[in-house]
């Protein structure tokens, strides 16, 4: 126990010196892989917390995908802020500050750190811990609250995903059904790269594989649908990145990936209309086979594939669309 | 030691407010608003701990386990926290085109002609 | 099967919204996002009827019980703000095959119609839902849905402005995050009506107050009360015109439920207001924000900017209403809710009928269209009469209701203050209606807008009158909702 | 307690420890970028073996060494491929590596 505090001392430190680090430094190059490594110890930290599935998403969120965008981002705007401006806001700074000791005051009464006792550990979740082996029948509790008791906050989560790659696309390209694919000059320059190029045909196959493995391990172990989306499109962008856009289309075309991202959430959808056609309430998987613990099961595997399937289709396709994107492409007063 | 967790949040949410508020540059503030967010997972994640519990996976051998509930509201968010991100950087992709800047005060400047 | 409708009601345009992809051409779209529109409108008549004659509705999703579970549940205030969002999305979405066509390229409009669904999913659940994360989620889902609408708008300003509301909203979502978090380390639970018994025996005075703190200021960012109004007139200014009457008419009315359902009906007033000034702070803002943004209003050139600041001004008599404290200014600041999202809509429609033929919304544009648009500018008039609270209109029964709360409480200033407010808006208003009447120089041949615009926009000015005349339904259905949230009497 | 597989993956564990540490150290010290990378290529891929290969002995025999095994394998292959791709796109973008002796620890 001992060695959990010192080394959430530890990490929390780092995590705020890299903070610190972040507001500081100018090369907004510097600060987006800062924000990486910031990612990747919020991640250890979670891990330390025993939130192990946070702590996969975040890792595979915090310290890829964002970065991974805003890098695709640092392409057009360029590296470094104007720094004719260099001023403290001093309002802000002490705004800041105030707020910071009042809340500091605050949290003196909050329930003391890791106690068994404290509220948030007593009510409700008692029964996720207790009796979700059993009434869901697998053992991630972490799943069976995301799939099946709060099942329906899940469905919004894929909803947003959904609703954010929308607005990208229609953001960056001005359409959602865009015609044939482009090809990028940038294709022909990783022509000479041949050991990335091996090294990338090498892992790809084991990536996919990987998603599958995340994907389908879910109800034993951390993982689910999420991350496996995400791990799934990274094959798929690193695919892209090393054989050229034009070549990653034709395997996977946007108006393909448009419609997968869709289907995801039809197909959670669907789960929860034959729920409620089966006779149960809406999102309601036990009366989806003759028994309950069975129908949850086949509930959530059938619920984690319409995420996974949204989930990657919507990152490689908010990958497209950065990359097809031309910053000045006249479409300014459309 | 009770509190130190909720220390080190709010530290990082005020670094990232202020940077959210204070920096003119529009990645920049993403980054800060970055921050922000991930203290409020810190926030949430330290909230389900149980000292001496093990990961929600049930398993014979473990009695005790931290709480569940806020990983899961915390994985909803990370996810909602990504997706607003990719939104966000798609519109400074596109300001960027418009106004040929990404910094606050010249935006402004811009936009009143 | 009524039993399956609060979920429904959500449920519907949320599948719809990624069936619209299966169509190819905008106008199948737009035919299918109207029909979809349509059906939850129906649902939330059949729900608002079921409400008021049998009484509230509670929904297990996923067939768990509540504190395990998420649950939905229908009470008169939920079914009373179901209907007005549904309604007006409804004959909004009339109009906007008409209205997009100069305003979006037609490659662009099928991501408009999946948004429009989506952020009216976003704020449908928000409404619907009886748990708090689960209003957190469906937040973020009408706020990104919002975010893209506003930034299709043809100007460059419109990114401009959906990058600040993306950053302003996103902070008040996340303050609201962390304010149920603070909530939930206190009580374990994220239900609504469960938070809400367990509140009453946490000690933690300081921490409680902080955590209000956190959900107020969250909320009130997305509902632009006035210190935090920054991102709304840019966004109403240049998102496309349908949009922002959707948004006016509805967005903001959403966030101050979301606000009357937790401070009433979950933290209950005299337990926030003996930790923080809340009444008080909302009563002196809202009186800075009707005067202060009446007169911004004044100075606008343009005609949706002006609307816009009208806005944070009409947010101002609402919260003007919370802040009077009495059921009957509760009262008042829900039928308000409910007018002013017709008023407003009817305004915006009315510009957007306008920059549909005119392809501006400057108030030069505006003049001589007495004459050209005979019938769009007499829909103006009569929802501005409305707007300034003229007698027979729906304006003026939300306007005498707060009159009557502030006389009831003693507080004269706000009595003063309604009338002031009232006659700065005149002046404004006048400006347009001065304008589109007087002769212009240019042949006063009629050229109206599209008829599914007109239409949709004399919906709304019916409704406005109606709804002045026949208050049963606005009277009755808040007053039941007000009573329910102050006294816990049944409605 | 003091096992022989045990002691031996505590050596593994601590000289790993001790390489990504002087890794990081040359990651300061070093006077240009393709020795920055030289330290931290070469003493990670070393490291991150030896760290696994600790736990490999620790987790014994079943499902969770494979799984530390695969890992490795991962490891060993693309950190080398990151250090090259590293090196070769700072050498296209026109970055030349310092020949003379410069005690200058900042310069680039």
Not at chain 1, 63 to 84: C, H, K, N, Q, T
Not at chain 3, 68 to 73: L, N, Q, V
Request: proline content about 4%; aromatic content about 10%; some cysteine.
């Amino acid at each position: 126990m001992i060695v959990t505090q010192a080394l959430d001392v530890v990490l929390l430190l780092l995590l705020v010196m890299t903070a610190v680090a972040i507001a500081r430094v100018k090369d907004l190059f510097a600060t987006v892989m800062l924000s990486g490594i910031y990612g990747l110890l919020s991640a250890s930290f979670f891990v330390l917390m025993d939130a192990v599935d946070v702590a996969f998403t975040e890792a595979s969120v915090g310290a890829g995908i964002f970065p991974l965008l805003m890098l695709a981002v640092l392409s057009f705007v360029g590296r470094y802020e104007a720094d004719s401006k260099r001023r403290v806001a001093l309002p802000v700074f002490l705004l800041t500050l105030v707020s910071g000791a009042v809340l500091l005051l605050a949290t003196t009464q909050m329930p003391a750190f890791g106690g068994e006792d404290t509220p948030a550990q007593q009510h409700v979740a008692v029964r996720y811990i207790e009796d979700s082996p059993q009434e869901i029948g697998i053992p991630n509790m972490v799943t069976s609250v995301l799939a099946s008791y709060r099942g329906f906050d899940t469905l919004g989560e894929v909803l947003v995903i959904f609703t954010a790659t929308i607005g990208v696309v229609v953001v960056l390209l001005g359409v959602v059904q865009p015609g044939k694919a482009r090809s990028l000059p940038a294709d022909e320059d990783m022509a000479d790269h041949k050991v990335l190029r091996i090294v990338g045909k090498m892992l790809i196959p084991l990536i996919l594989l990987f998603a599958l493995y995340v994907q389908f391990h879910g109800d034993y172990g951390p993982g689910g649908g999420f991350q496996a989306g995400v791990i799934f499109a990274t094959g798929i962008i690193l695919y892209a990145m090393l054989f050229g856009l034009s070549n990653a289309q034709r395997v996977l075309p946007m108006p393909l990936l448009r419609g997968l991202t869709a289907l995801g959430v039809m197909i959670y959808g669907s789960v929860g209309v034959a729920g409620l056609l089966a006779g149960g309430n809406f999102l309601d998987y036990s009366v989806l086979a003759s028994d309950p613990v069975s129908g949850q099961h086949l509930g959530i595997l059938l619920i984690e594939l319409g995420v996974g399937v949204t989930v990657a289709s919507s990152m490689v396709l908010i990958f497209y669309a950065f990359s097809l994107t031309t910053s000045s492409d006249g479409s300014v007063e459309r | 030691m009770d509190f130190f967790n909720y220390w080190v949040v709010i530290a990082l949410m005020m670094t990232g407010l202020y940077i959210v508020m204070a920096q003119q540059n529009l990645v920049k503030k993403l980054l800060g608003l970055n921050i922000f967010q991930t203290a409020i997972f810190i926030l949430y994640i330290s909230v389900a701990k149980v000292l001496g519990g093990t990961a929600p996976i049930y398993t014979e051998s473990a009695t005790l386990y931290s709480n569940p509930l806020p990983h899961v509201l915390i994985l909803t968010a990370i996810v909602v926290g990504i997706a607003t991100m990719a939104l966000a950087l798609a519109l400074v992709v596109r300001i960027h085109g418009a106004y040929g800047s990404i910094e606050d005060d010249e935006i402004r400047d811009r936009s009143k002609q | 099967m009524i039993n399956h409708l609060p979920i429904l009601q959500v449920v519907l345009p949320l599948l719809a919204a990624p069936a619209c992809l299966i169509f190819v051409r905008a106008r199948s779209i737009w035919l299918f996002t109207c029909l979809a529109c349509l059906l939850t409108f129906g649902i939330s008549v059949a729900l608002f009827i079921h409400v008021s004659d049998v009484g509230p509705l509670s929904y297990e999703v996923g067939g768990w019980p509540a504190p395990w579970g998420i649950e939905y549940t229908i009470d008169s205030l939920s079914s009373y703000v179901l209907l007005l969002v549904s309604a007006i999305a409804a004959v909004v979405i009339l109009a906007a095959n008409s209205s997009l066509g100069p305003e979006l390229p037609e490659r662009q409009q099928p991501a408009f119609y999946v948004l429009f669904l989506l952020c009216l999913t976003g704020l449908l659940g928000i409404v619907a839902t009886g748990d708090v994360f689960n209003v957190f989620v469906f937040l973020e889902v009408s706020s990104l849905a919002t975010y893209a609408l506003i930034a299709l708008g043809r100007q460059r300003q419109a990114l401009w402005a959906a990058y600040q509301y993306l950053i302003v909203g996103t902070i008040g979502a996340s303050f609201f995050l962390v304010g149920i978090g603070f909530l939930y380390a206190l009580t374990g639970t994220l239900n609504m009506s469960d938070l809400s018994e367990r509140l009453v025996e946490v000690e933690q005075q300081q921490l409680l107050a902080v955590a209000f703190g956190f959900v107020v200021v969250g909320i009130a960012l997305k509902m632009a009360l006035l210190p935090l109004h920054g991102w709304l007139p840019n966004a109403y200014a240049f998102a496309p015109s349908i949009a922002t009457t959707f948004l006016a008419a509805s967005a903001t009315k959403v966030s101050l439920y979301l606000f009357i359902r937790l401070y009433y009906g979950v933290f209950g007033a005299e337990t926030v207001d003996a930790l923080l000034p809340v009444s008080i702070v909302f009563l002196l803002l809202g009186i800075v924000a009707v005067l202060a943004a009446s007169l911004v209003a004044f100075r606008q050139s343009d005609v949706k900017r002006m609307l816009a600041f009208s806005s944070i001004a009409q947010i101002g008599y609402m919260a003007v209403g919370i802040g009077v404290g009495s059921t009957l200014g509760l009262q008042a600041s829900l039928l308000h809710l409910f007018n002013h999202a017709f008023i407003k809509g009817a305004l915006f429609l009315a510009v957007a009928s306008v920059v549909y033929r005119t392809g501006s919304s400057q108030i030069d544009a505006f003049r001589g269209l007495g004459y050209r648009m005979p019938w769009t500018m007499a829909g103006l008039v009569l929802a501005s009469l409305s707007l300034i609270g003229v007698p027979l209109t729906a304006g003026f029964v939300s306007k005498w209701f707060l009159v009557l709360a502030a006389i009831e409480s003693g507080l004269w200033v706000v009595v003063l203050i309604v009338l002031v407010g009232s006659f700065i808006s005149l002046f404004y208003l006048w400006k347009i209606v001065e304008l589109a009447y007087s002769k212009s120089d240019s042949e006063a041949n009629t050229n109206e807008a599209p008829p599914l615009m007109l239409i949709a926009l004399w919906v709304l000015v019916i409704a406005n009158i109606y709804f002045g005349i026949d208050t049963r339904l606005t009277v009755g259905a808040s007053a039941s909702a007000a009573a329910t949230l102050i006294e816990g009497a049944p409605w | 307690m003091l096992e022989q597989g045990n002691i031996v993956s505590h050596i593994c564990l601590l000289v790993g420890a001790f390489l990504i540490l002087s890794g990081g150290l040359g990651i300061l010290r070093f006077p240009d970028f393709f020795t920055r990378m030289h330290a931290a290529g070469i003493t990670e891929t070393l490291a991150a073996t030896l760290i696994i290969v600790g736990l490999m002995i620790i987790a014994g025999w079943g499902i969770v060494q494979l799984k530390l095994f695969f890992i490795l394998l991962f490891v060993m292959i693309t950190s080398p491929t990151a250090s090259h791709a590293l090196a070769k796109s700072a050498l296209h973008g026109g970055l030349q590596p310092k020949v003379k002796n410069v005690v200058d620890g900042d310069s680039p």
